[in-house]
């Protein structure tokens, strides 16, 4: 399975940002979908990741800015970013956890927020 991350972009500090990832099959053994971002010169940090049930969880730094949603139909996970800061300024990567611990990862989408 492919995983095609969409929706990054050069943005002015305060602007906004929807992140798409698509799944390019069906999968009926998804377990959760999800984020990480990769800074320059830094580790990457995992973001935000959804259950197939619609259960959240993210990190503190992100947490009341962005929301993470999921069209299980389409085997799809969003980020929505609407207030962008120049620290969100990163690689961003999303993933799928399967069953039986298996991980998917997208390409990237680079985001950077800038004036």
């Known amino acids: 399975v492919q995983l095609q991350a969409s929706g990054g972009g050069l943005v002015q500090p305060g602007g906004s940002l929807r992140l798409s990832c698509a799944a390019s099959?069906?999968?009926?053994?998804?377990?959760?979908m999800g984020w990480k971002r990769q800074a320059p010169g830094k580790q990457r940090e995992w973001v935000a990741d959804?259950?197939?049930?619609?259960?959240?969880a993210y990190a503190d730094s992100v947490r009341g800015r962005f929301t993470i949603s999921v069209d299980n139909a389409q085997n799809t996970a969003y980020l929505q970013i609407p207030t962008l800061k120049p620290e969100d300024t990163a690689v961003y990567y999303c993933f799928i956890d399967r069953d039986g611990g298996r991980r998917h990862w997208g390409q990237g989408t680079q985001v950077t927020v800038s004036s």
């Open positions: 099959e069906r999968l009926s053994d998804i377990k959760l």
């Open positions: 959804i259950t197939t049930d619609g259960r959240t």
